[in-house]
């Protein structure tokens, strides 16, 4: 079992930056792939980032690229979500998320932090 606790969210204005991290602990060597999700009021959840914990492969959603970033950091079972001029649609509740050797589903999720941004 893994369990993962995001934290990073915040009140923010339209233009700023934000940072979000999401440690894992437990059978941490389970995970193959880390990602991001958010979902908005009254939205779907919409897939924005992962990154393969062996190797670092990244992929991005079409809503993420270009201004969101995602990196990890193995020796402190962290995966990161640096999120560049915030826009209002942006305000969602993000969660992290992992799967087992990268083959899918995703198998475990956080309980979410909340971005808002203001225009």
Not at 6 to 30: F, I, K, P, T, Y
Not at 58 to 65: D, E, F, I, P, Q
């Amino acid at each position: 079992q893994v369990q993962l606790v995001e934290s990073g969210g915040g009140l923010v204005q339209a233009g700023d930056s934000l940072g979000l991290a999401c440690v894992a602990s437990g059978r941490n060597s389970e995970i193959g792939r880390m990602g991001w999700f958010r979902q908005a009021p009254m939205k779907e959840r919409e897939f924005l980032a992962s990154i393969t914990w062996s190797d670092g492969r990244t992929n991005y959603g079409s809503s993420a690229a270009g201004r969101f970033t995602i990196s990890s950091d193995g020796a402190k079972n962290t995966v990161y979500l640096q999120m560049n001029t915030l826009k209002r649609e942006d305000t969602a509740v993000y969660y992290c998320a992992a799967d087992r050797n990268s083959v899918g589903p995703w198998n475990y999720w956080g309980k979410g932090t909340h971005v808002r941004v203001s225009s």
